[in-house]
């Protein structure tokens, strides 16, 4: 068999057009030789596969002569190439906004929740539209804290009676996670260090404390903020994206919800070099999406961060990481925005500084 593989690399020489044909997906009747019929084709096949399984090598050099003169009247048929794909579909990418907007805001008065800010966050259950969103009033030393409203159709909210549900500590930039029937909520604390509680009703809350993050090599992290705690949770792994100061997103892993532990010491998406998130970026959600994982993220093009957009990346292994060319995908503040389910679609909510809501650009 050596042999004959050493033959063939001699004698292909005489008939590459055949040796092209080989390695492809055939060969088919040229156009311009339409009238001639298909047992011509199959008898010169049948022929050449034979003569693969012979010893004789005057037999092989004659047969691929023929096969180079045959070139005059065949051509090569290519495989069939898969269908593209679209990186970034524009179900998740074109949003136009509702005909009424904000559907949520701070009461502008002088209660907890005079005013709302940064990511807020909405699941969509059997009872209806649940939202977390973060609350305070005018002044620089008034405390964050977390209030609840619930809605039928994700338009129309209503505060619960009991807001704040949790004020035990400072508690803003969340995002919350259901797991069989307990609710996982990750947030932000004071001097934006990351912390997290649990719930069994959405309502009641313990805390859980802070989330300790480890550099690859065991080491806490430097002091500073790690905020901005968004989770994707897959095999029994929890993934945590965290930003420190807006300056990178970061990734740490755990299995234990005790020690989180950096996939890498670098930022796995970085701000810059683009316009839009060149003064800072954040994580806000991870959805999984025809085998692809999409990250949306907020981003600010000025370096006193007077203004945020709402932005995507796409990865296929939660590392890695491409932005999207055609970022910003919201602008004039529409920032930290989140997808929610719509029966077969997404709806996009911002939450920061008013909840906005948009539907996909229907396309003819």
Request: glycine share 8%; proline share 6%.
């Amino acid at each position: 068999m050596v042999g004959i593989q050493k033959r063939f690399q001699i004698d292909f020489t005489i008939a590459p057009f055949f040796q092209k044909c080989l390695l492809g997906g055939g060969w088919r009747l040229k156009p311009s030789t339409s009238t001639l019929t298909s047992t011509l084709t199959s008898t010169l096949t049948s022929t050449l596969t034979s003569t693969l399984t012979s010893t004789s090598t005057s037999t092989l050099i004659l047969t691929l002569i023929l096969a180079s003169t045959s070139a005059s009247f065949l051509s090569c048929k290519s495989p069939e190439p898969p269908p593209p794909t679209l990186t970034f579909p524009p179900e998740l990418t074109q949003f136009t906004p509702h005909e009424i907007n904000p559907v949520f805001t701070g009461t502008g008065e002088a209660t907890w929740d005079e005013h709302i800010r940064e990511r807020g966050y909405i699941l969509k259950e059997d009872d209806g539209y649940s939202m977390w969103y973060t609350g305070y009033r005018s002044g620089d030393e008034e405390e964050m804290h977390l209030g609840y409203a619930s809605s039928t159709d994700g338009i129309v909210w209503t505060r619960h009676p009991g807001n704040p549900v949790y004020d035990g500590a400072w508690t803003e930039d969340m995002m919350v996670i259901r797991v069989d029937s307990l609710y996982y909520l990750f947030a932000e604390g004071k001097k934006d260090v990351a912390h997290w509680l649990t719930s069994t009703d959405k309502i009641h809350w313990k805390e859980r404390g802070k989330l300790d993050i480890r550099y690859t090599d065991g080491r806490p992290l430097d002091e500073g903020p790690y905020g901005t705690p968004t989770i994707w949770l897959e095999d029994s792994t929890w993934y945590l994206f965290y930003e420190r100061n807006d300056e990178g997103i970061w990734l740490a892993t755990t299995k234990d919800l005790v020690l989180w532990t950096n996939v890498q010491d670098t930022p796995v998406l970085q701000k810059g070099p683009e316009s839009y998130d060149f003064h800072g970026l954040a994580m806000n959600q991870v959805i999984k999406y025809q085998g692809r994982y999409y990250g949306y993220y907020h981003g600010t093009a000025f370096e006193d961060w007077s203004e945020w957009s709402t932005n995507i990346s796409v990865s296929d292994d939660l590392v890695h990481w491409k932005k999207y060319e055609g970022n910003p995908i919201l602008k004039d503040n529409k920032s930290s925005g989140i997808l929610v389910p719509d029966d077969s679609q997404y709806r996009m909510y911002t939450m920061h500084p008013e909840v906005v809501l948009h539907f996909p650009v229907k396309h003819k």
